[in-house]
């Protein structure tokens, strides 16, 4: 598995990885212990790609403090989004929130990990088992904040590299 330093350095994230933030809990009608969490991303034939989101899985573990967060892949690696579904319920949980690992809502997330995750569903229907879909990551607005680190970092990288150049 690729380091924390090489997935951030591959993905431009590295300010993921920097401070620690307080853990949070679930909170409202579900007790916490009854929630179980899917990441779920497109999944790739390149091993580095896929391990993407088993760490995020394993800090987000940490953050909420629960041992019920799966990784998952739509399509072309393990483990599906059945295989984190079931692994959630057999770890106790009643609801399941499934969050794409995607940036827009295209076709992916509007149509094939829905139906993918209702598949999931379908087998524990008569035990009440429930289950959502969150929004891609584009729709959340602390994503402009990281994409301004991203490209203020390479900005700031690039005016001493012009600046010898001009030399």
């Known amino acids: 598995m690729p380091s924390k330093a090489t997935i951030a350095l591959l ?34 034939r390149r091993d580095t790609a896929n391990a993407v989101v ?12 629960t041992e019920n967060v799966q990784p998952a892949h739509m399509e072309l690696a393990e483990p599906s989004i059945q295989t984190a579904f079931d692994k959630c319920v057999e770890s106790g949980a009643t609801h399941v929130i499934c969050h794409p690992f995607f940036l827009t809502p ?16 379908e087998r524990y229907k008569s035990r009440g088992i429930s289950y959502e879909i969150t929004s891609p990551l584009g729709a959340l607005p602390q994503i402009v904040d990281l994409i ?9 990288s690039a005016v001493p590299a012009a600046q010898e150049v001009a030399k």
Do not use: C, K, M
Not at 106 to 121: K, N
Not at 148 to 156: D, G, H, L, P, Q
């Open 11 to 44: 993905f431009g994230l590295a300010s993921a990885f920097h401070a620690p933030r307080q853990p949070r809990r679930a909170s409202g009608a579900l007790r916490a212990d009854r929630v179980g969490y899917i990441i779920v991303d497109h999944g790739s």
């Open 54 to 65: 088993g760490e995020l899985a394993a800090q987000l573990r940490e953050r909420l403090q």
């Open 106 to 121: 295209g076709r992916h997330v509007l149509e094939d990990v829905p139906a993918l995750v209702e598949e999931a569903a």
């Open 148 to 156: 301004e680190e991203s490209v203020t970092t390479a900005a700031e």
